[in-house]
C-alpha cells in the first residue's frame, strides 16, 4: 500500500477539503481524487463523503484514520533508522511560525551539532494548531506559546523564554510616543484568539486605547512587512529582536509594564521520542533570550 496515498487520505481528513489537500500536497485536484479512489479500491471500501467543498471521512474513515496515521509515523522513522548511523528514528517537531526567523534555527543548529544524522520533520501553524497535534501524537512536541489550558496527564509544557510586547513602526516614528501612535495609525493587529494578541488587548484596554484598526492576521512575519511598508504600526510580542531591527524598522518598548507571552515547548513526556524531546529541552536551556 502507497504511503503517499494514505497520507493524502489524511490531507483530506485534517483540512476537510480536497482542494486544500491537494494544494499542500502540491498536486491537482485530479490527481488527488486518483489517489483516493486507488485507495478506497485497496481497502475495498469507500473512506470519504463530499457534500460541495467540503470533505469528511467516512464511517469506514474515521475506524482507520488513526491506524493510518500510527502507519505513517513509523514508517517515516524506519526510513530515518534506515538512513542513519545512529539508531535515532525521526523527530517530528512542531514550531509556532513567529519562532521560524531565530529560534527554531539556533536550536536546530545545536541539535545537529550533537546529532549530525538526526532526521527531524518540522511543521509550522499556529500554539493552538499545533497543542492539538501534540495531544492526537501526530508529532513529538512543539515550540509554541503557552497552552490556555493546564495540560493533560503524560504531556508537559517548559518555559523557554518570555516576550513583551513592543510597538513597532516605520523608522519616521521612532521619536514618537507610543501611546499615541497607538490611538492615532493605522493599527495592525495581531490575532486575538491567539496568546499574543491577548496581550496585545490586555494592553490595549488597560490604558483606554482604542486603535484605528485596519488588519486582523495570526502571522506575525507578515505584520512586520506591512509595518516596514508603512501600512501600519503594531503592538507585538518581541519574538525576534535582531530580525525586526534588519527590516529598519522603530522598534520602541513600551514606557509601562505590559503583559508577556511565555514560549516554551509541548510535548508527550511518555512518547517514543521523549529522550530526543529532552535533549531538546536541554539544548534550549543554552539559548540566548
Known amino acids: 500500500m502507497d504511503t503517499r496515498y494514505l497520507q493524502s487520505f489524511v490531507a ?18 485530479a490527481a488527488l481524487a486518483a489517489r483516493i479512489k486507488t485507495l478506497e ?16 471521512p467516512t464511517e469506514a474513515g474515521v475506524r482507520v484514520l488513526e491506524r493510518i496515521r500510527a502507519m505513517l509515523k513509523d514508517a ?9 548511523d545512529e539508531q535515532l528514528g525521526e523527530l517530528r517537531l512542531g514550531v509556532a511560525t513567529s519562532t521560524l526567523a531565530e529560534l527554531t534555527p539556533q536550536l536546530l543548529k545545536r541539535l545537529y551539532g550533537l546529532h549530525p544524522t538526526l532526521r527531524i520533520y ?44 513592543v510597538l513597532i513602526a516605520p ?13 492615532t495609525q493605522p493599527f495592525l493587529r495581531f490575532d486575538r484568539s491567539l ?20 488588519l486582523e492576521i495570526d502571522t506575525l512575519i507578515t505584520i512586520a512587512y506591512l509595518v516596514r511598508d508603512g501600512v501600519g504600526v503594531s503592538l507585538v510580542p518581541d519574538w525576534s529582536p535582531g530580525w525586526l531591527d534588519s527590516l529598519g ?9 505590559t503583559p508577556m507571552r511565555r514560549m516554551g515547548v509541548f510535548w508527550d513526556a511518555n512518547g517514543v521520542n521523549a529522550g530526543m524531546v529532552r535533549t531538546l529541552l536541554e539544548e534550549a536551556r543554552h539559548l540566548p533570550v
Not at 483530506?12 to 485536484?29: K, M, Q, V, W, Y
Not at 497552552?147 to 509544557?157: D, L, R
Request: some cysteine.
Open 12 to 29: 483530506i481528513c485534517d483540512h476537510g477539503s480536497f482542494a486544500e489537500a491537494a494544494r499542500l500536497l502540491n498536486l491537482t485536484p
Open 122 to 165: 518540522v511543521e509550522s501553524g499556529a500554539s493552538t494548531y499545533l497543542y492539538n497535534r501534540v495531544v492526537s501524537r501526530d508529532i513529538d512536541a512543539a515550540i509554541m506559546a503557552e497552552p490556555v489550558h493546564a495540560a493533560p496527564k503524560g504531556f508537559e509544557w517548559l518555559l523557554l523564554k518570555e516576550e513583551r510586547l
Open 41 to 56: 479500491e485497496e481497502i475495498g471500501t469507500p473512506l470519504l463523503t463530499r457534500a460541495g467543498r467540503v470533505a469528511r
Open 195 to 214: 496568546r499574543g494578541g491577548q496581550a496585545v488587548e490586555t494592553y490595549l484596554r488597560r490604558h483606554g486605547i482604542q486603535p484605528q484598526e485596519r
Open 171 to 183: 523608522p519616521e516614528m521612532k521619536d514618537a510616543d507610543p501611546n499615541h501612535l497607538l490611538a
Open 76 to 84: 517515516r522513522s524506519l526510513r530515518a533508522i534506515a538512513n542513519n
Open 249 to 257: 524598522l522603530a522598534r520602541t518598548v513600551l514606557p509601562q509594564a
